[in-house]
């Protein structure tokens, strides 16, 4: 357990920096461009990720694949799957270039010379999303998580440098520069990532001293896994980019804004969690060998991960407007009738996450890939209907807790027949309590605009009582020494 805890703090603080960084990015976006500019940035921002799809498939396959690998079936296998990417670029940018004219209509409503223009430069992004995500993959595979954490703030802090004089130009007619501003912290990531790597000598000759540019065996070894993680990542990134299409058709870029904001804010504190546990979780997991071994560290994240997560839906669900009115401004206030939905579904979005990666870790993708199909599918269909229906965003929050709480119902089925009875009392019974107290506090907290801070203290302190008095004694000194150690090393490290 200590050894889980000091890996998830330190890409926990990572996380947490980054994302601070990104928040103030975006809060000079919504002061300067209001919810119009945030959602025209949203919309680019998602055809680069929809675009790249290939890439983030890939991620899983490539971590995976380097974590469980030993000596020189690893440096093929990090060589092979370079030129994997590579290639997978190339064919992207040739798909942005034939189809320029439709995906300008899908992104901008329109498909006149300028906006066509635009689209081929996103190419330029795309291509950088490549390059940094299999670095990435290398320094997370490898388990440098404390170097990865250093090279994501890099991103963040690139966009915070860039975004006032983007904003200027955007503002005056130039809607290119978001391009060149998500394309300079790409290449910003990837100069640290690549520094990162050669410094520890983890990239190995890509051209010669090899059989083959391309093993067959690795091949093979990584559309295993791809060809399931990539169809989910393309149908995930379609999903999100056709509602947030038919959300900005049905209420103007205005509304796609107050989308933007909802999405964004439920997604960027479960990021502190996701990413704090998938650094290390998924590698870990990969190592490990036996039933027995990784239904306890499967154990063990869902722990941590349970008293964690229950003080921090907590927090952000009083403090919701405040967030709102710092991070963007009082004219995202509508915005709360999503987000106080999805906020509940955070807590099982979270859940369903740490039970899913037993799958991807032992290669059963049709169950992942089914499972990951159902969440879009029923996204889709529901997404679109309940805006419709009731000509707000609430629908979307009400959606997103009902697929959630069906994955987290069927993956706790699947890890229970794999491994075993997993979730003894001390397991379960804190993340029933902890669901049960986030609903409580959101139905108390429901159609506040404002925060009551009396009451807010009150009932943190309550997600916090929760968590703390589920640990036993060994556990609690456990983590205080760990704390202590990592703080008191950080600190004289800076001295």
């Known amino acids: 357990m200590s050894n889980l805890f000091n890996g998830i703090l330190k890409t926990g603080i990572g996380v947490i920096a980054n994302l601070f960084l990104g928040v103030i990015s975006i809060k000079i976006m919504a002061v300067m461009l209001g919810p119009s500019g945030t959602g025209l940035f949203s919309i680019i921002r998602q055809a680069i990720s929809t675009m790249s799809s290939i890439a983030t498939g890939g991620q899983t396959a490539l971590v ?24 997978a670029s190339v064919f992207s940018i040739a798909l942005i270039y034939l189809f320029a004219d439709r995906i300008s209509f899908a992104v901008f409503e329109q498909s006149d010379t300028s906006k066509i223009l635009i689209v081929k430069w996103i190419s330029l992004p795309v291509f ?19 170097r990865l954490a250093i090279v994501e703030l890099i991103g963040p802090l690139t966009t915070l440098v860039f975004v006032y004089p983007a904003c200027i130009a955007v503002g005056e007619g130039n809607i290119q520069s978001f391009i060149w501003l998500l394309s300079t912290a790409q290449l910003a990531m990837i100069a640290g990532c690549f520094m990162m790597l050669y410094n520890n000598k983890w990239l190995p000759t ?19 896994i791809t060809n399931v993680t990539f169809l989910t990542s393309i149908i995930t990134a379609a999903t999100l980019f056709t509602v947030r299409g038919f959300v900005a058709n049905q209420g103007g870029l205005h509304l796609a804004g107050l989308f933007d904001l909802a999405w964004t804010l439920s997604g960027s504190y479960v990021m502190i969690i ?18 027995k071994e990784r239904g306890e560290l499967i154990r063990q994240v869902f722990k941590i991960a349970t008293l964690i997560m229950i ?45 899913a990666m037993p799958a991807i870790v032992n290669l059963n993708m049709r169950i992942y890939f ?27 929050g009400i ?6 709480l069906v994955l987290t119902i069927y993956y706790f089925e699947y890890t229970r027949r794999l491994y075993g009875h997993l979730f003894s009392s001390d397991v379960a019974l804190p993340w029933l309590t902890g669901f049960f107290y986030v609903i409580i506090v959101s139905i108390e907290k429901w159609n506040e605009t404002s925060v009551n801070f009396t009451s807010s203290l009150l009932w943190i302190s309550g997600g916090f009582f929760i968590s703390f008095s589920s640990l036993n004694n060994h556990e609690r000194l456990t983590i205080k020494n760990k704390a202590r150690k990592f703080f008191s090393k950080n600190t004289n490290l800076k001295n």
């Open 311 to 355: 003080p921090l839906v907590v927090i952000i669900i009083v403090i919701k407007p405040l967030l709102i009115s710092i991070l963007y401004s009082r004219e995202y206030i509508s915005s709360l009738e999503q987000v106080r939905w999805m906020l509940i579904g955070d807590y099982l979005k979270i859940t369903s996450w740490i039970l």
């Open 274 to 291: 996701l990413s704090s546990f998938g650094t290390y979780y998924m590698p870990t997991l990969a190592q490990t060998v036996g039933n």
């Open 399 to 404: 959606a997103f807790i009902f697929l959630y």
């Open 206 to 224: 890509i051209l010669i001293n090899c059989n083959s540019l391309i093993e067959m065996d690795d091949f093979k070894y990584f559309f295993k």
């Open 370 to 396: 089914w499972t990951e199909t159902f969440w879009n599918v029923g996204f889709l269909m529901l997404a679109p209907l309940t805006v419709y229906y009731f000509q707000s965003l609430e629908g979307i």
């Open 128 to 146: 950088l999303t490549f390059i940094y995500i299999y670095l990435k993959s290398l320094l997370n595979g490898y388990r440098a998580i404390g």
């Open 64 to 87: 995976q694949g380097v974590a469980s690998k030993k000596g020189a079936s690893q440096i093929n296998y990090v060589r092979s799957t370079f030129w994997l990417y590579i290639i």
